[in-house]
């Protein structure tokens, strides 16, 4: 079945530090992928998407780019903040077999000032 | 974007009683919604997809008597806890999709806990 897979966490960083946030996934058919960004006890909020090879998504200085031959879509920004202390979810959905996401397990990110 | 609403945020009951929560899709008509369970520090769990007008479609170890789903128009589902017990306690993610597209709508949540 489809799945997505994360590295895992917690990851913590000094502010202005630079962040990647491996994902790699498997799907059946052609999927639409995402990162997700959860700040404490809040629900889940869309940081980027792209939907098809070679497309990079871009948010609030995050970026991300589908990776068909890796089968991989790595979240990196620059320079991070204290602000961004969060937790990153990975995840894809593919059209056809409904509309369901599957989502990576979550990587909770703290950044120090 | 579109905007999803949950009610309540927060809710404390007692084991044995029942709760419902409401998802709502405050700009834009959902076909599908779905259900999520969160439990602390983990990802999140589908419990179960709901089509306007249609019965729910559950997930594999999900009870359907204990979790109740409703989508009655295509605003509004709701998610009622039956005979909660100390384990239902969990934060609940609802999420509605208004077309064939890939994309969802998350609400913030709703952190029931049952003492």
């Known amino acids: 079945g489809d799945s997505v897979t994360q590295m895992e966490g917690p990851v913590t960083l000094s502010e202005e530090a630079f962040l990647t946030i491996n994902c790699t996934y498997t799907a059946t058919g052609y999927p639409s992928l995402f990162w997700y960004v959860q700040y404490p006890g809040e629900g889940l909020q869309l940081l980027l998407k792209?939907?098809?090879?070679?497309d990079k998504g871009s948010n609030k200085g995050f970026e991300a780019t589908y990776r068909k031959e890796t089968t991989s879509f790595h979240l990196e920004k620059g320079s991070v903040q204290v602000s961004d202390s969060a937790v990153y979810f990975c995840?894809?959905?593919?059209?056809?077999?409904?509309?369901?996401?599957?989502f990576g397990p979550g990587t909770r990110l703290s950044v120090l000032p | 974007g579109a905007v999803v609403s949950q009610h309540p945020s927060r809710v404390i009951c007692k084991s044995g009683t029942s709760v419902k929560i409401e998802c709502r899709s405050l700009d834009f008509q959902a076909t599908t919604m779905f259900w999520y369970r969160q439990f602390p520090k983990q990802s999140l769990m589908l419990m179960a997809t709901?089509?306007?007008?249609?019965?729910?479609?559950?997930e594999q170890g999900v009870e359907k008597d204990k979790f109740l789903i409703n989508h009655a128009s295509l605003t509004l589902s709701t998610l009622t806890v039956t005979s909660a017990h100390p384990e239902d306690s969990s934060f609940y993610i609802c999420?509605?999709?208004?077309?064939?597209?890939?994309?969802?709508?998350f609400g913030p949540g709703t952190r029931l806990t049952v003492t």
């Open positions: 999420s509605a999709s208004g077309d064939r597209a890939r994309e969802q709508y």
């Open positions: 792209a939907t098809k090879a070679d």
């Open positions: 709901s089509n306007e007008g249609s019965k729910a479609t559950y």
């Open positions: 995840a894809l959905s593919v059209m056809g077999y409904g509309q369901n996401f599957v």
